[in-house]
């Protein structure tokens, strides 16, 4: 399926305050040039992605509707940003830095309620969050 977009756009989840903190840090000093949306308020089926894998990791998903998910998301984000933080990006992409941060992101996504900012509710599961009927 593809997207109706005609910028990539970045899905995480906004119910976890250190997610939401680091794309409001992203938006502010990386200036990405892609459209930023909480999966709790995207329409997933019309950016061709499950609820499921929105809750997994953060996506990155082409006006194509290619989707990238995790490390390889924050990649893409970097390397749309510009100037040094596309070397970064690149550098995310390249064998065996990329099993690396890979490694690193689910380390931090599986921890992310222990992390600045999160909170109790960035644990759980999303039909376990409080005014989460999905």
């Known amino acids: 399926m593809t997207t109706t977009t005609t910028v990539p756009v970045l899905v995480y989840d906004g119910d976890c305050g250190f997610c939401t903190t680091s794309v409001r840090y992203a938006e502010r000093h990386l200036r ?4 930023i949306t909480a999966w709790q308020f995207a329409d997933l089926d019309a950016l061709g992605v499950t609820e499921r894998r929105a809750v997994h990791e ?15 998301a ?3 984000l970097l390397l749309s ?6 070397v970064a990006g690149a550098v995310l992409t390249l064998p065996p ?3 690396l941060a890979h490694g690193v992101y ?7 309620h222990r992390m600045p900012g999160g909170t109790a509710a960035c644990a759980l599961p999303a039909n376990g969050r409080p005014g989460q009927g999905r």
Do not use: D, E, F, M
């Open 97 to 99: 830095v990329r099993w």
């Open 32 to 35: 990405p040039r892609c459209t």
């Open 106 to 112: 689910r380390l931090v996504a599986n921890n992310r």
């Open 81 to 86: 940003a510009g100037g040094p933080w596309s």
């Open 58 to 72: 953060v996506l990155w998903i082409t006006p194509a509707g290619a989707v990238y998910g995790g490390a390889q």
């Open 74 to 76: 924050v990649a893409k």
